[in-house]
């Protein structure tokens, strides 16, 4: 009785289960790689607003607006006017990422906490001077970060 293995066989599945695998966990690396690009720019763009300058700027117009999203579809809408390097500068950008939120009373409230004729404080950018936020918001994004990583590991 002649036995014979058959190692062309085992070593194209061999083969084929490397090349599988490797495509598998190649896609795993790319979209922990993307988010955790995503994640560090956005972090990134939450913590700019913290080390602007704070400006004194005067409340024209306050209100809530409609966005026309699905999910967020109300945004406080407050326009202010400061001044930098004796030129005068209208904004009405809540935050940095925009402030939009699903709820109208959330909305409400938060312009409503500056009225017209008002002075308040707003945060100008030291390197674009027309880009300002009246409020700046906590970076919770950041806490985070590190979750896509797992992935790239």
């Keep these: ?26 896609v795993f690396f790319l979209m922990g790689s993307l988010f955790t690009v995503f994640m560090v720019a956005e972090t990134r763009k939450q913590i700019e607003p913290w080390l602007w300058r704070a400006t004194d700027c005067t409340i024209l117009s306050s209100g809530v607006t409609e966005t026309g999203e699905d999910q967020n579809s109300y945004r406080p809408l407050v326009r202010y006017r400061y001044e930098v390097d004796g030129r005068f500068h209208e904004s ?10 699903a709820s109208f009373d959330r909305a ?12 308040a404080t707003c945060r100008v950018s030291s390197n674009h001077p027309a880009l ?6 906590i ?4 806490l985070v970060i590190f979750f896509p990583l797992i992935f790239v590991a």
């Design 1 to 26: 009785m002649k036995f014979s293995i058959n190692t062309t066989s085992e070593s194209q599945s061999g083969c084929a289960g490397k090349g599988f695998g490797t495509i598998f966990f190649g």
């Design 92 to 101: 009405d950008r809540f935050f940095r990422s925009g402030g939009n939120t």
């Design 108 to 119: 409400r409230d938060r312009a409503a906490r500056y009225r017209p004729g008002d002075a």
């Design 132 to 137: 300002a936020v009246l409020e700046r918001s």
């Design 139 to 142: 970076p919770w994004i950041g």
